[in-house]
């Protein structure tokens, strides 16, 4: 671990940690903005499972409200245009989960453990899974979550601590947010900005 925590506090130090500040900022931002913006945020998670959440961000950018207005065949139709490897699946699960878009916010809010809320989702939005729900809250200003990917495992994997799981069941993904959170407090970070240097490390990239 102790290799980790040494790079870690290099990218704090350089502009890898100014960009990380930043986008939490803005992830607590759009925590408070409308339901139906946090609708298309959720809308964009549902989009990242077994996706490019890269290739994902650009879809959330062209589609914008149209998550909420288009017919479901309309929709599947602009995924497949715009390139989604699932268009028709993916906009059921759209399409089904805006009975919740005007009451998302109110929703999410009413629980006083993040886990609590993390919970609800992977219950009620089909689609999401731990991963998926985790990184919604991440992108609307919660901390304390992990979003466990294989880019995550495979960083995790090269630093000797963990074995590769066969899957990533509830129990596994568990036992690895509870390291991570370890991490993190070693670290000095939440699991929010914890994940976003984790994911620089693996990608030098900072998504979202």
């Keep these: 671990m102790e290799d980790l925590l040494k790079s870690i506090a290099k990218l704090k130090k350089n502009n890898v940690g100014k960009t990380i500040d930043k986008r939490v900022k803005e992830f607590k931002s759009l925590g408070k903005q409308s339901s139906s913006e946090l609708f298309k945020e959720l809308c964009f998670c549902i989009l990242t499972a077994n996706f490019s959440a890269e290739r994902s961000m650009k879809i959330q950018e062209q589609l914008g409200s149209d998550f909420l207005a288009l017919s479901r065949k309309q929709l599947a139709g602009e995924l497949k245009r715009l390139g989604h490897r699932f268009p028709n699946t993916r906009a059921n699960y759209i399409v089904n989960v805006r009975k919740y878009a005007p009451s998302l916010k109110s929703t999410i809010s009413s629980f006083d453990d993040e886990r609590n809320a993390r919970g609800w989702l992977v219950e009620n939005i089909k689609g999401l899974g731990y991963k998926e729900a985790s990184h919604f809250l991440r992108n609307i200003g919660y901390e304390n979550l992990a979003i466990i990917d294989f880019h995550i495992v495979d960083l995790l994997c090269r630093y000797n601590l963990i074995e590769r799981p066969k899957t990533l069941t509830r129990g596994k993904y568990l036992e690895i947010e509870n390291l991570l959170r ?27």
Excluded: Q
């Excluded at 929010?192 to 979202?208: C, F, R």
């Design 182 to 208: 370890s991490i993190a407090v070693d670290a000095g970070l939440t699991l929010a900005e914890l994940d976003l240097y984790l994911w620089y490390l693996e990608t030098g990239k900072v998504l979202k």
